[in-house]
């Protein structure tokens, strides 16, 4: 893989529904932060730039991992949209692919990541998404479709109609996208949902409408996609990292 690709991962949130003082990122599976897991995954793929979005109690995250990453601050954290714009001063120059996960996803793999950019450089796309086909994750954003196939927008599950909460492909939360139609479409994203927050998925959306190209990747890797939103998810990570000695 190319070494002029950047990685940004997004960890300034509180993560309320943990139900503690302590930053989500920072809490530990088999005996290693959240976050710690996410960036070894990065690291993998010798990355031009590793970034790391810090917000909340974000000393605690520089503590952790120290000067391995490059750090930039979503003082107030107003949605995942605005938590990558912090980035951009960083990346204004930039015209590569940039990967976009989450601190709280502590499985995704180098394969998923290579796959993505793969599916980025041969369909000549300015975006790419992983997206997973369940029953389950009722919680993740609903992945839209032209009639031609097309990815056209994703809704996330608290603004979705009745008939798109129907959808069975959901969105897993990880992209790559091309640096400056990403950072261009993101100046569009506006706060008018339930959350009052700017959603990074809503560059989808804004990216499809503009006519350009936006590919999924469907994952059937279910176990590796799971995200920790609670004390119970941790338990059950938890239990897989230690089954896997991971």
């Given at each position: 893989?190319?070494?002029?690709?950047?990685s940004?991962?997004?960890?300034?949130?509180?993560?309320?529904?943990?139900?503690?003082?302590?930053?989500?990122?920072?809490?530990?599976?088999?005996?290693?932060t959240?976050?710690?897991?996410?960036?070894?995954?990065?690291?993998?793929?010798?990355?031009?730039?590793l970034?790391?979005?810090?917000?909340?109690k974000?000393?605690?995250?520089?503590?952790?991992?120290?000067?391995r990453?490059?750090?930039?601050?979503?003082?107030?954290?107003?949605?995942?949209?605005?938590?990558?714009?912090?980035?951009?001063?960083?990346?204004?120059?930039?015209?590569?692919?940039?990967?976009?996960?989450?601190?709280?996803?502590?499985?995704?793999?180098?394969?998923?990541?290579?796959?993505?950019?793969r599916?980025?450089?041969?369909?000549?796309?300015?975006?790419?998404?992983?997206?997973?086909?369940?029953?389950?994750?009722?919680?993740?954003?609903?992945?839209?479709?032209?009639?031609?196939?097309?990815?056209?927008?994703?809704?996330?599950?608290?603004?979705?109609?009745?008939?798109?909460?129907?959808?069975?492909?959901?969105?897993?939360?990880?992209?790559?996208?091309?640096?400056q139609?990403?950072?261009?479409?993101?100046?569009?994203?506006?706060?008018?949902?339930?959350?009052?927050?700017?959603?990074?998925?809503?560059?989808?959306?804004?990216?499809?409408?503009?006519?350009?190209?936006?590919?999924?990747?469907?994952?059937?890797?279910?176990?590796?996609?799971?995200?920790?939103?609670?004390?119970?998810?941790?338990?059950?990570?938890?239990?897989?990292?230690?089954?896997?000695?991971?």
């Amino acid at each position: 893989m190319s070494n002029n690709l950047i990685s940004i991962i997004l960890a300034a949130g509180q993560g309320t529904r943990m139900k503690s003082e302590l930053p989500k990122v920072l809490h530990k599976i088999g005996g290693k932060t959240l976050v710690e897991r996410c960036v070894e995954t990065v690291e993998q793929l010798d990355v031009k730039r590793l970034i790391v979005v810090v917000g909340h109690k974000q000393e605690l995250v520089r503590e952790v991992l120290g000067d391995r990453v490059e750090y930039v601050e979503q003082a107030k954290q107003l949605g995942t949209g605005h938590a990558v714009q912090q980035a951009e001063k960083l990346l204004f120059d930039y015209g590569g692919y940039v990967f976009i996960s989450h601190g709280d996803h502590p499985f995704l793999t180098k394969e998923m990541f290579v796959e993505l950019h793969r599916a980025c450089q041969e369909q000549t796309a300015d975006a790419a998404l992983l997206t997973v086909k369940s029953d389950e994750y009722t919680d993740w954003g609903r992945i839209v479709r032209t009639e031609d196939g097309d990815v056209k927008d994703i809704v996330e599950a608290k603004d979705a109609s009745p008939e798109i909460a129907t959808s069975k492909e959901k969105n897993v939360g990880f992209y790559c996208f091309r640096a400056q139609p990403l950072f261009a479409a993101l100046k569009k994203v506006s706060a008018g949902n339930k959350q009052e927050e700017y959603y990074l998925t809503d560059v989808i959306g804004i990216l499809s409408e503009q006519g350009q190209k936006v590919v999924s990747v469907i994952t059937k890797d279910y176990k590796n996609i799971i995200g920790i939103n609670s004390q119970a998810d941790l338990a059950r990570a938890d239990q897989i990292a230690r089954q896997n000695n991971k």
